[in-house]
């Protein structure tokens, strides 16, 4: 089995959550071959071996360092076909995920998304376990076709260091001005030290921080743990936070290995975006508040008294 996976990289940088793909690929068998696309550091691409890719590909083309999804599944198609794989993985994201449907429409691939365990493989046929229902619940499905396109949910495999780094291998996708019919005009990037959907601990606070005036203790607990900020959607709402912050599921879906809501009830949509966290921490002055009943961990209390003591805790253990 050959597996190609799909790597995403944001400032030059490899993502973590491409990471996983790679070291997912290896947990899988077979051979490992990555493909960067676009502006990236070669050293961040030759540590792709250290989690298991045996060949590391860059298409170095300025062009696609923007995200335009017909160029992408042009050049993955091709390298699929180049490299002779049967599989491509890669990460579920706003990108990864609408990449991968064209991708396995254009090579007439199987495909399965939300993927949270590597497959069980026998007779050419996948068994794949799938999260459905916002988390709730899994499916279990078969990829029997000869190609296949598996995409992996964050924290579906564990990003560890298992060999040594490999050299970069310049690659051509041969796309045209047709694959560039779609151009970007505009990007409005984010703001914060350390950005939600990549957060390994995630701080967010609800209606229960009484106002915007009383975030800081909330964005000194962050900057303790190394933690990017979040919120419920009233608070985006009403101003208090900006959108971006929004977690939930109409906002941004994370899965982080810690999430702490403070003073947040737990509306189900608020559930729907963090019911993937590895450890959920609550802290809520009503006992009876519903996220209690998601947590691994719960603080009833005020949070104002709560946080900075909590915070000086972290520091005092560092």
């Known amino acids: 089995m050959k597996i190609l996976v799909f790597v995403e990289t944001a400032e ?19 051979e490992v071959v990555a493909l960067a696309l676009g502006e990236a550091d070669q050293s961040e691409l030759g540590n792709l071996g250290k989690y298991g890719a045996g060949k590391v590909l860059h298409d170095a083309d300025s062009r696609l360092s923007h995200g335009i999804i017909q160029a ?19 990460a579920g994201s706003t990108l990864g995920t609408p990449v991968a449907a064209r991708v396995a429409a254009r090579i007439g691939a199987g495909i399965a998304t939300n993927i949270v365990s590597v ?38 495999a564990s990003a560890q260091e298992v060999a040594a780094p490999v050299s970069v291998t310049p690659f051509q996708s041969g796309l045209t001005d047709n694959d560039f019919s779609t ?15 990549e957060a390994n601990i995630v701080v967010s606070g609800g209606r229960g921080m009484k106002g915007p005036e009383n975030w800081g203790m909330l964005e000194e ?13 009233p ?3 009403m101003g208090w936070r900006p959108h971006h912050e929004h977690v939930g599921q109409t906002g941004v879906k994370v899965a982080p290995q810690l999430y702490i809501a403070v003073g947040i009830s737990g509306a189900i949509q608020h559930l729907a975006g963090v019911n993937s966290s590895k450890y959920i921490v609550v802290i809520n002055k009503d006992p009876e508040a519903p996220f209690f009943k998601a947590a691994d961990y719960g ?12 915070t000086e805790a972290i520091k005092a253990a560092k």
């Open 183 to 197: 151009r970007i005009t505009s990007i409005e990037k984010a703001t914060g030290e350390i950005l939600l959907p």
């Open 235 to 237: 608070v985006s709402d």
């Open 221 to 233: 607990l962050a900057k303790t743990l190394h933690a990017a900020t979040g919120c419920s959607k």
């Open 72 to 90: 992408y599944s042009t050049a993955i198609s091709k390298a699929i076909q180049d490299e002779q794989a049967d599989t491509l993985v890669l």
């Open 12 to 30: 030059g940088k490899v993502k973590k959550t491409s990471l996983e793909a790679v070291a997912y690929a290896r947990n899988m068998g077979g």
């Open 119 to 156: 497959p069980e493989v026998a007779g050419g046929e996948m068994k794949l376990k799938k999260s459905i229902y916002t988390g709730k619940a899994f499916a279990w499905l078969t990829l029997s076709g000869s190609k296949k396109v598996i995409v992996i949910k964050k924290n579906a």
């Open 299 to 310: 603080i009833v209390g005020d949070a104002f008294e709560i946080i900075p003591k909590l």
